[in-house]
């Protein structure tokens, strides 16, 4: 599934005294099957951008394709769009409000008027695809732990079975095991399953170790779309952004890009 964005502007509070541009002209397209980082320093626009990947805003001017198709032409419901592009929220534990965790989890596809035996099939799979097992069904989301609360959040997304999964600030919050954990999951998620996977976040630490591309917003426009190697030979621009490079995410890049073969886990590397 393809997103296109074309000269996409878009104002808050349009023609009063509080009206606020947020995104500036924006024209990108997502592929099929891309891994993304979409990163920026708060306010560059990148929650108002990943709204309008889905419907959520309608843009002040200019279009979105999904699949080639105008979202806001009413070929087809919104609501269908917004199934097959899932956007997973900032905090989505706050948004886990059922007796039980497959009931939470269950909620999105019930409401897509699936039959029991397919929301049964979606809610397990959905559950063991995050990376947690049957004891967690019947407890509360609110016994669990941070990361497992998010992971739940998570897998109510993926119970819709969508075909482009976004992310915002899936870390925030979390320890940094908490965190490895979740993007090593999004990872998998990216591989074997074959998703779309967009990830939002204001740090070049969390994101520029896995993603195969880098989308850096600034001011509501985008200040750079390339392979993470590229995107860092701006270095002093992003450190200027408050978008840093670890050292060590930098270095991973350059021996990819000389061919060597690089794990996700390597965390140090020291010069021999
Ligand atoms: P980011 O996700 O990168 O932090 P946002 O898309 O949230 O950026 O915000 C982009 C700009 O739009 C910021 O200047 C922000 O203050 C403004 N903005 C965001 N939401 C609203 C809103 N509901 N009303 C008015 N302005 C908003």
Redesign the pocket.
């Known amino acids: 599934m393809s997103i296109k964005i074309d000269n996409l502007t878009y104002i808050?509070?349009a023609n009063t005294p509080?009206e606020?541009k947020?995104l500036d002209d924006v024209t990108l397209e997502i592929n099929d099957g891309e891994f993304v980082g979409l990163i920026?320093?708060?306010?560059?626009?990148?929650?108002?951008?990943i709204q309008q990947f889905n419907g959520l805003l309608k843009p002040t001017s200019g279009d979105v394709y999904v699949n080639d198709i105008n979202i806001h032409n009413k070929q087809k419901p919104l609501k269908e769009i917004r199934q097959k592009v899932g956007l997973v929220f900032q905090y989505p534990e706050h948004q886990l409000f059922e007796m039980t965790v497959y009931k939470d989890v269950a909620y999105g596809p019930t409401n897509m008027g699936l039959d029991a035996k397919e929301i049964d099939k979606r809610v397990k799979d959905a559950i063991s695809t995050v990376g947690l097992n049957e004891e967690i069904y019947e407890k509360s989301p609110f016994e669990l732990s941070g990361g497992q609360k998010r992971r739940v959040a998570i897998a109510g997304v993926l119970a819709m079975e969508p075909d482009v999964l976004i992310l915002d600030e899936p870390t925030a919050g979390l320890d940094p095991r908490g965190r490895d954990e979740i993007l090593d999951e999004l990872v998998k998620l990216h591989q074997e399953l074959g998703i779309t996977v967009i990830l939002v976040s204001h740090s070049m630490e969390d994101v520029g170790k896995y993603v195969e591309r880098i989308i850096v917003?600034d001011k509501?426009k985008v200040k750079y779309d390339d392979t993470p190697k590229k995107v860092f030979n701006h270095i002093k621009e992003l450190e200027s952004m408050g978008l840093g490079v670890p050292q060590v995410t930098y270095l991973m890049h350059e021996l990819k890009d000389k061919g060597f073969m690089v794990s996700n886990e390597v965390t140090t590397i020291q010069e021999a």
């Open positions: 808050y509070s509080f606020k947020a920026g320093h708060t306010g560059s626009g990148k929650s108002t951008l917003m509501g």
